[in-house]
């Protein structure tokens, strides 16, 4: 996937002023991307894409492709990167054992910024996929009303907010490691 992110909320977006490239050599190839429909992501735009091991690319996003909500439009997006190995990458998995279900599992780093968040109706296992090796953390939260967001409560009404339970541990992902 391929995340395009704002600091606002988007409103509208011009998925013809998007472009990826592909380079092998000194050859360039236009890269498909398809957008993937998300109403619950108001920060962002996703794209699935076809990526290639150990391969350069570059994105480059007119001025204007996207408008967030007070009318501010993006400026030139410009940036080139390169995908690693796939066994560069680790994965966690997990089967969380709970009383309580509907759950919502966050990984965390080790700044506890979310860096991924899956959501666990039942009993069953989940997969954070493709990870860079360094240290992470999880955090569980308990959806009572399952509305796939934390609650905080309400005072006046005597709501208690949604249980938040960290794992006690740090998780050191390695290269190639499940």
Not at 52 to 59: G, H
Not at 76 to 93: C, E, H, K, L, R
Not at 97 to 104: A, G, N, Q, T, V
Not at 139 to 147: C, E, G, L, P, T
Request: charged share 25%; net charge positive; proline share 6%.
């Amino acid at each position: 996937f391929l995340r395009f992110t704002s600091p606002r909320p988007v409103a509208s977006f011009d998925i013809r002023k998007f472009s990826l490239t592909r380079f092998e050599d000194t050859l360039q190839y236009p890269q498909k991307m398809e957008l993937i429909k998300d109403s619950s992501a108001l920060y962002s735009l996703r794209f699935a894409v076809p990526w290639m091991e150990s391969t350069s690319y570059r994105l480059f996003v007119e001025p204007g492709a996207v408008t967030d909500i007070y009318g501010k439009a993006n400026d030139t997006v410009d940036v080139a990167f390169q995908t690693q190995q796939t066994d560069y990458y680790g994965n966690i998995i997990l089967s969380p054992e709970s009383r309580e279900y509907p759950l919502i599992i966050q990984l965390l780093d080790e700044k506890e910024s979310r860096i991924s968040e899956k959501y666990l109706g039942k009993r069953g296992t989940i997969t954070f996929d493709f990870l860079a090796p360094k240290k992470y953390r999880l955090k569980a939260i308990m959806d009572v009303n399952k509305n796939k967001t934390w609650d905080t409560g309400n005072y006046l009404g005597r709501v208690q907010p949604e249980k938040v339970v960290y794992y006690p541990g740090v998780l050191d992902v390695r290269a190639n490691w499940d």
